[in-house]
């Protein structure tokens, strides 16, 4: 972490405030004591995504109000004009909040170039506090690597972590294996396989939420998570680019790539985590002991509500109809997915080089 100097546009100020960034705050200007312009630092080596935020502040006054304007946006759209708020905790209080939504505007500004700005008013209430504000809830690698720990603490049989390959960075790339212990000597004649990604764009926090939460049921004893396990395999791998987690990216890798584009020809040295990702997958499809019968790579979105999926199209019938069965069953099930988000996308969506989308 470092903290971040202050330009100051303001000739008199008793006080101010001192930021510090983990990345992905390029700059500060000061226009008063109650109004601070924030300048996001693009992903690395790729000046087109400017998203994702994560930043502390400290040496603030007690019930001092302050405006945050967020003021280079690279997306015209999001959803801090449908009522989403960024987070904030503090010292004392720990637990991530939402800044009430009536504070926060988001909104073309003519005096920034005409970029999309984002404003939101805080009240702080402690001075000795430290307050650290987000975009959304963040989930970091450490935090993954604190809880496969705790998982491999557990002893239990039914779950395996190997290491798939390591980052540009040298970080873990973990890929877990959760089934009956049965299934993983198995010689019968086919074993069913089910591949679970997340976490390729580091700004899709929620992803990682929701990999997790699906860890927690799969290693659980429910009744249904036991009958999962002995008919299915399940191979995890939770995060695909942890580098651009680390580095506070919103979409791309340490390189500047989108490493969601380059699933078709993936290079061992510029997208190692796809790329062994992708050998481990072709290695699968090519055991006619294994039926991969299907793969989910769990994304989110910064414009949409609502859990959805976006399918492939296929000129094989049998083939499209069978992969619209899952999102059929989630929509009878789920309440909160929508079948209408549902979409089937081919190559003229500009999704060329996409594993799934």
Known sequence: ???????????????????????????????????????????????????????TVHNVREEQRVIFNIVNFSKTKSLY????????????????????????????????QKSYVLSFAFAFD???????????????????QHYLAEQDKRGLD????????????????D????????NMESTAATLRVVFITARVHPGESPASFVCQGLLDFLLSQHSTAETLRDNIIFKIVPMLNPDGVYLGNYRCSLMGFDLNRHWQEPSPWAHPTVYATKQLLVELDRNPKVDLD???????????????????????????????IFPKLLAQYAEDFSWVGLQYCG????HWGCYSV
């Open 294 to 324: 299907f793969y989910i790579d769990i994304h989110a979105h910064s414009t949409l509500t609502n859990g959805f999926m976006y399918g492939n199209v296929y000129e094989e019938e049998d083939r499209f109809e069978k992969q619209a």
């Open 175 to 182: 890929v877990l294996t959760i089934t009956s212990p049965h």
């Open 126 to 144: 402690r001075e000795e506090d430290t307050y650290q504000f987000s975009y959304c809830y963040p989930y970091s690698y450490s935090r993954l």
């Open 347 to 350: 190559l003229e969506g500009g």
């Open 1 to 55: 972490m470092r903290r971040l100097n202050v330009v100051r546009k303001c000739r008199y100020s008793v006080v101010y405030l001192i930021f510090d960034t983990e990345g992905n705050l390029g700059k500060v200007d000061y226009i008063s004591d109650y109004e601070y312009d924030l300048f996001i630092r693009p992903d690395t080596y790729n000046p087109r995504y400017r998203v994702w935020f994560n930043f």
């Open 158 to 173: 039914f779950y395996k972590r190997e290491l798939l390959c390591h980052s540009m960075q040298q970080r873990r790339v």
């Open 81 to 112: 004009r449908d009522g989403m708020s960024p987070v904030v905790k503090s010292t004392s209080r720990p637990q991530w909040e939402r800044i009430p939504s009536k504070n926060v505007f988001y909104y073309k500004c003519p005096n920034h």
